[in-house]
């Protein structure tokens, strides 16, 4: 499956991804509601980044089989198929925090629904937006 991918070799971590990635969702410059998080690591010989985002399971994926409501589904008809959610069945149980084996997917308190790359439907914005060009998608 398509998903994000992080070039830790190319990422500065200015995080100008994050903040595209909560302007697209959720129309606000908060990098707290961001799908991909970017972690920066201090050592005593090299800072590196990090990155934590849905790795798009599929339509087997742990989080689709366990949401309770079928809110979670594999959406094909994208220009990437991807993880997608049906707000009007969401009913926050966010059982697919819990079952995430990649902790991809988070509750936001300010937020009804769980957080999660959905690849910007098929057109990832932080990709686009990356100055660095650290971010591509990937098999």
């Known amino acids: 499956m398509k998903h994000i991918w992080v070039d830790a070799t190319r990422c500065s971590g200015c995080k100008i991804c994050e903040q595209v990635c909560a302007k697209v969702h959720y129309n606000v410059q908060n990098p707290s509601k961001t799908a ?11 800072i590196w980044h990090t990155h934590n985002v849905c790795q798009q399971c599929g339509p087997d ?23 997608a959610i ?3 069945k969401c009913e926050s149980h966010f059982v697919c925090v819990s079952v995430c084996p ?11 629904n769980p957080v ?20 591509r998608i990937v098999d």
């Open 61 to 83: 994926a742990p989080c689709i089989k366990s949401c309770p409501t079928g809110a979670l589904y594999w959406k094909t008809d994208a220009k990437i198929p991807h993880l």
């Open 102 to 112: 990649y902790n991809a997917i988070y509750r936001h308190p300010a937020l009804p």
């Open 86 to 88: 049906d707000l009007d």
């Open 36 to 46: 991909l998080k970017i972690n920066t690591v201090f050592t005593p010989e090299k």
């Open 116 to 135: 999660f790359c959905d690849l910007c439907d098929g057109e990832p914005q932080c990709m686009r937006w990356c100055p660095m060009g650290a971010i």
